[in-house]
């Protein structure tokens, strides 16, 4: 058996993380989020790290008890940190009013650094649960709609004091904030940062927001930006800081002593923090500052957690944060058919949390990832049971905590809660899909899709041709999707209801909807939806045109002065009719193109890796790329020259080469934002 004092690492030279993995950086970027594991569809499919193997969690026959729940995380966590690189955890249970156990492993502090390794004391290691934060904005949201002072159905325009950027008509109301359907794009710069400058939630929130691009209530697209609007209507109709909020109406009544949404940590705090890492063997990373405190900056113990969970069940005498109506509210679907169509067929959002049941019982919960830690907690209202883990290390590739959490989490499901029969993993009574049927709507389904958790209005729009979502309709009318929903590996759907389509093997469901027979959307997890791809905008029709002219281009700048050398040797001269001026400016053209190439991988690198870009030095590759488009107009005089002047067949081609070079690139600049007026990623 393992305690939280027994899994010591033994002496190993310190390993850096790999650099090219990007989607890491973007976990952290993007996180804070629900569904951790899509975060690697942001990566091309050469760079998609190989998915560590599945950690294997025993089911049975078993009673929630102490001693069951201790033999099996004793059991399974020790040995799976080790294999996974990842430093330390801690998990907590509740059950019936009482908590269970409350267990720690590994170590806060690896001592990789110097100094002694301190072990994660379950009691006392204070723990970054990232978007579980936002199951605390929503209860503060919750709390004010219980007095009256606040509607889930009011424009939040009536509560706030700055304009949220808008494109549509309809409202914009706390219930979408809550549910990820306000419609924003995803923002990435100032998420998370680090320092020792508290943050100014209002500066944050209205300073430079993401833009509108949905429609309020139809399309699911997670999004930190709507969670932490949520919390500053808290801050405004409450009078005092967000923090000061939650600490006065959650944290004390709950009985939650050791958590705090301050950043940098309150004095008394500071010592009690684990470290936080890449893998167990690197060295300890700096305090996180999250850019949006509502939406991710909690930190809290282990206790404090099962305290948290008790209140969010209704249990007597855990401390009364919301009325049983008002928790049954908060934890029913949110949304119906009236906005969202058909995709109120899969599991829908409730007020913060999502649906992650299993095995025929109803589960809520959130997920929440920053650079380093990787949490998630779940409830089981009816039968009064809940369960937190975190984890304060990435691991092996950076992924190590996927396979763990769902291990931890579908492991305790299935030990404890098992599925009564078959019920919970086949159609709904009465319902039946024929093969045929199958077929045609998986055809109709087949495809390129992007995530609608994206970015739409600057650069950053590129990572949509790097990550698509590739859904292939297998003969006997099943979907092949890759990656699957919410994984990094692909995976297999069929058809259990008309459009509604469940992991075969698996639990997840996902939904359609549809119109004149075309798929215009498909939601996962609640907050997540794939959209049909623009046919112009596909990895196959972007990508060959980008490398072509980009290599078109690197050819020319390098054959233009190896020519010139040429020339001068044999002193032969340029064809008549060959315009100085044109062809200095074509050179500049392409050459400044290659730059621009080079400077925006560059800095999507930078931005992904949390690093911020000034907009200063953003400007100035837009000044570069555009200088390669304004060359196009000498370049297409070259091309006029060289025909008119029968400069002979090799100038032609070769100039109407790199005329055509620079359209592509172009027309890529101009279709993936690169040259959009916003820089504000």
Avoid: C
Wanted: hydrophobic share 45%.
């Amino acid at each position: 058996m393992f305690s939280s004092h027994d899994h010591t690492p033994t002496e190993r030279p310190v390993r850096r993380r790999p650099r090219a993995l990007a989607a890491l950086a973007l976990l952290g970027a993007l996180a804070l989020a629900g569904a951790p594991a899509a975060t690697a569809a942001a990566l091309p499919a050469a760079q998609q790290p190989t998915p560590p193997p599945p950690v294997t969690a025993p089911a049975g026959e078993h009673t929630l008890e102490q001693s069951d729940v201790d033999a099996w995380l004793d059991g399974l966590l020790p040995a799976a940190l080790d294999s996974g690189e990842i430093a330390g955890a801690v998990v907590t249970v509740v059950h019936d009013g009482e908590v269970v156990t409350t267990r720690g492993y590994g170590h806060a502090d690896t001592g990789t650094t110097g100094g002694e390794a301190v072990p994660v004391d379950a009691e006392q290691t204070l723990f970054r649960p990232g978007s579980v934060s936002k199951l605390f904005t929503a209860t503060a949201v919750m709390q004010l709609v219980e007095s009256g002072d606040l509607d889930l159905d009011t424009d939040v325009a009536e509560y706030l004091d700055f304009d949220v950027p808008r494109r549509f008509d309809e409202p914009i109301t706390l219930r979408n904030l809550l549910t990820h359907t306000a419609g924003f794009e995803e923002r990435v710069g100032g998420l998370i940062g680090f320092g020792d400058q508290p943050v100014v939630l209002r500066d944050a929130l209205a300073e430079d927001p993401p833009e509108q691009v949905y429609a309020p209530g139809t399309v699911p697209a997670y999004s930190n930006y709507g969670n932490a609007l949520a919390g500053y209507v808290v801050e405004r109709v409450s009078g005092v800081p967000f923090e000061e909020y939650v600490q006065r109406n959650v944290f004390e009544p709950a009985g939650m002593t050791s958590s705090t949404f301050v950043q940098p940590l309150p004095a008394a705090l500071q010592d009690r923090v684990s470290q936080g890492y890449a893998t167990s063997w690197d060295a300890p990373g700096q305090f996180e500052i999250v850019g949006t405190p509502p939406a991710g900056s909690l930190t809290s113990s282990a206790p404090d957690m099962a305290r948290f969970m008790l209140a969010q069940l209704g249990e007597p005498g855990t401390g009364s944060l919301l009325e049983p109506d008002t928790l049954d509210l908060m934890h029913a679907p949110a949304l119906d058919e009236s906005t969202l169509g058909g995709l109120a067929a899969a599991p829908r959002m409730a007020l913060g949390f999502f649906d992650e049941s299993r095995n025929g019982h109803r589960i809520i919960g959130h997920g929440g990832d920053t650079q380093f830690f990787h949490s998630h907690l779940q409830l089981y209202p009816e039968e009064r049971t809940g369960i937190f883990v975190s984890m304060n290390s990435s691991g092996t590739g950076g992924y190590a905590t996927i396979p763990l959490r769902e291990a931890v989490l579908q492991g305790f499901t299935d030990r404890y809660f098992p599925a009564d029969d078959d019920a919970a993993v086949t159609p709904a009574p009465g319902v039946t899909v024929d093969q045929a049927t199958a077929r045609e709507h998986a055809a109709a389904a087949e495809g390129s899709y992007v995530s609608s958790r994206g970015v739409q209005s600057n650069f950053l729009a590129t990572l949509d041709v790097l990550s698509p979502t590739t859904l292939t309709a297998t003969e006997d009318g099943r979907l092949l999707i890759t990656p699957g929903p919410g994984a990094t590996t692909p995976a297999l759907y069929e058809e259990v209801e008309p459009w509604v389509w469940r992991e075969v093997d698996g639990q997840r469901t996902l939904a359609m909807r549809v119109a004149d027979d075309q798929v215009q959307a498909i939601v996962y997890e609640g907050a997540f939806t794939l959209l049909p791809g623009q046919p112009e905008r596909a990895q196959g029709v972007a990508l060959p045109v980008l490398a072509v002219s980009a290599l078109i281009l690197v050819v020319a700048a390098v054959a233009w002065p190896v020519g010139a050398v040429r020339r001068r040797v044999r002193k032969e001269s340029l064809p008549q009719g060959t315009g100085r001026v044109t062809r200095i400016l074509t050179k500049i053209a392409a050459i400044a193109t290659v730059l621009a190439l080079v400077g925006w991988a560059v800095t999507v690198q930078t931005v992904m890796s949390l690093q911020d870009v000034p907009e200063a030095s953003l400007r100035q590759l837009q000044i570069v790329q555009a200088v390669g488009v304004l060359g196009i107009v000498p370049a297409a005089l070259q091309v006029v020259g060289a025909v008119r002047h029968r400069q002979g067949w090799r100038w032609v081609v070769g100039t109407a080469l790199v005329m055509l070079a620079l359209v592509g690139v172009a027309w890529f600049a101009l279709e993936f934002r690169l040259l959009a007026p916003s820089v504000s990623y």
